[in-house]
């Protein structure tokens, strides 16, 4: 499934990636990214992300409101026009993650949803390849000093990822719908 409409919208930010080839970032619309969302967010692979069981509808509603808000957006990430990842982000200090941690001038919160592969199989280095990109993204603004990440506490796959990436550990946290672990990556780490 392919959003069309969402590879015509205007990029946030765009970026050639040798090997990757142009990632663009460009905001979700709701009403017409929904059901490209939904696919991906209930598939099992997507546990993690707290939607396995969400109807369309939720889905659309969860959206609208995140649109709807000033310090949290999601954008649909595209590969050569193929949307191929869910990308949000948002200001800690106005999240529950910041009642969890002494949140820094600076910090900016991400979450990151590959959607499948278009072959059904991965491809090596496309996940490295296209978080550098995101990461490129978020620090392009420069009061964004430290990237903030807080997976599910089992999600060994992500957080070995973003390990690998640069990130740092924090403390694992309570969040009202997760056990997290809360990573970070400041400018000058990556």
């Given at each position: ?13 765009e970026q ?12 979700v ?5 929904a059901?490209?969302i ?11 992300w ?25 954008y ?6 193929r ?43 496309f ?5 550098s ?14 990237i903030v ?26 969040l ?15």
């Amino acid at each position: 499934m392919t959003s069309e409409t969402s590879a015509r919208r205007a990029a946030v930010y765009e970026q050639v990636v040798a090997g990757l080839g142009t990632v663009r970032i460009v905001p979700v619309d709701p009403a017409a990214d929904a059901a490209l969302i939904h696919s991906w967010v209930t598939q099992e692979r997507a546990r993690f992300w707290g939607m396995l069981d969400a109807s369309p509808e939720r889905v659309l509603e969860i959206y609208d409101y995140l649109d709807g808000l000033t310090t949290h957006h999601a954008y649909l990430v595209h590969r050569d026009d193929r949307p191929v990842a869910l990308f949000q982000t948002y200001a800690p200090e106005a999240d529950p993650v910041g009642e969890c941690y002494d949140v820094r001038p600076g910090d900016f919160g991400v979450h990151l949803l590959l959607g499948p592969a278009a072959a059904g199989e991965g491809e090596r280095g496309f996940t490295a390849a296209l978080l550098s990109a995101l990461l490129a993204y978020a620090f392009s603004d420069p009061a964004h000093t430290r990237i903030v990440a807080e997976p599910d506490a089992r999600n060994e796959k992500v957080i070995g990822r973003m390990l690998r990436t640069g990130f740092t550990l924090g403390p694992e946290i309570d969040l009202p719908d997760k056990r997290a672990r809360l990573l970070f990556l400041t400018r000058d780490d990556r």
